[in-house]
Structures are given as C-alpha cells and as structure tokens.
T-cell receptor, first 115, second 113 residues
C-alpha cells in the first residue's frame, strides 16, 4: 500500500531564510509525487509535481523539489521564504500506471513565518 | 478554465439530517474525485468517477454515503443520517484522465451538531 510520511508537523522560519520540508513515500512502483499548499479554510493548490525525467523539479512561487529514489524522498525547498508562504503543505503520492487514481497524502507540515 | 467549484462552502446540520454537496469540475475533465479532510490530517480518498462511471470507492465511504455524476458533468455527494464524526472538509478534484494532475476545489466544510 502506498503511504506518505511528513515527519515535521510544524516548522517556523524567519522571513528571508531558506526552507526545506521533508517527505518520504512508500510505493511499489514508479510514483507520481506532488506538493500541494493549503491556506486556512481553502482547498489545495498544486505547487509542483514529479512524473519522470529530471529529478529536480521547479514549481510555482519559487519552490522546487528533488526526487531521490534511493531515499524514497521528495523534499520541498525554497531559498528565501516570504511571509505569504505561511500555510499548510501536503506531500502526496499517486500511481503511475494501472486503473487506480487516488492520491495518498501525508499529514501535512504547517509553516509559520516570523517577520 | 474557471477551476473546480463546490457548493455550499459551509454547511451546519443537526445529527440525523441528510446533506448533499455539489462539485462542478473543470470543463472537459473526465475524472472527478472526492476526498475528506479532518482537522490536522491530510485529505483521504473517498471515491472517483471517470465520466459517469464510479470506478473506485474507499472503505471510508460507508453505506450512508452516496455519490453520483449524472451525464459525466457535475457530481453530488450525499450523506444520510449524519453523525458528528462526519464533520470534516469535503474536497472535490478533477483531472483530464489517468495520471493527470488533480486540481482541487475550495471544499465544503461540514459541521454536524
């Protein structure tokens, strides 16, 4: 069964500092990997995705993530955090082939940004 | 591309009542998904449709839950005889097809008193 672990429940960084949010996944085949962001009371917005190819993927709002198959990780990074980045971040894994389509999400990491 | 829309955005109901939520996917997206998100958790898959066919249902979807997608356009999720444990955010997403990115709506937040 597929699963996602986000070990950090809550992270606080200062505005302008760098950020790395961790994500580890378990999946038996080549996965689709996603990072979504959710502001309070809102739906999920896609930040970036990895399907295949270059293991470093660029997303919106200056975010990037690196797929490391050997570590089963897909960590999200941003070199300089802005106060507007404060939100909840979810990593998700989905199937690459077959008929199944569901995404499995981690429990999320809440990012707080101090000024 | 107007995005995925959901209605209502908020619903408060008393235990035992029935509620129905609507989701309008991005036009020409043939896959539609329902997820449930409780406080402090990530979204959990409930069910999905390809066009009008419901292809997969989670064990989370008890007999009190039913979803439809008539004519392969909008979808409804009905909860009968609501319980306090049904209180959650219900999220809808749509995609062009298998393996394509899922785009989420703003969600319907349900509170069962």
């Amino acid at each position: 069964a597929q699963s996602v672990t986000q070990p950090d429940i809550h992270i606080t960084v200062s505005e302008g500092a760098s950020l790395e949010l961790r994500c580890n996944y378990s999946y038996g085949a080549t996965p689709y990997l996603f990072w979504y962001v959710q502001s309070p009371g809102q739906g999920l917005q896609l930040l970036l995705k990895y399907f295949s190819g270059d293991t470093l993927v660029q997303g919106i709002k200056g975010f990037e993530a690196e797929f490391k198959r050997s570590q089963s990780s897909f960590n999200l990074r941003k070199p300089s955090v802005h106060w507007s980045d404060a939100a909840e971040y979810f990593c998700a894994v989905g199937p690459y082939t077959g008929t199944a389509s569901k995404l499995t999400f981690g429990t999320g990491t809440r990012l707080q940004v101090t000024l | 591309d107007t995005g995925v829309s959901q209605d209502p955005r908020h619903k408060i109901t008393k235990r035992g009542q029935n509620v129905t939520f609507r989701c309008d996917p991005i036009s020409e997206h043939n896959r539609l998904y329902w997820y449930r998100q409780t406080l402090g958790q990530g979204p959990e898959f409930l069910t999905y449709f390809q066009n009008e066919a419901q292809l997969e249902k989670s064990r989370l979807l008890s007999d009190r839950f039913s979803a439809e997608r008539p004519k392969g356009s909008f979808s409804t999720l009905e909860i009968q005889r609501t319980e306090q444990g049904d209180s959650a955010m219900y999220l809808c997403a749509s995609s062009r097809g298998q393996g394509e990115t899922q785009y989420f709506g703003p969600g319907t937040r349900l509170l069962v008193l």
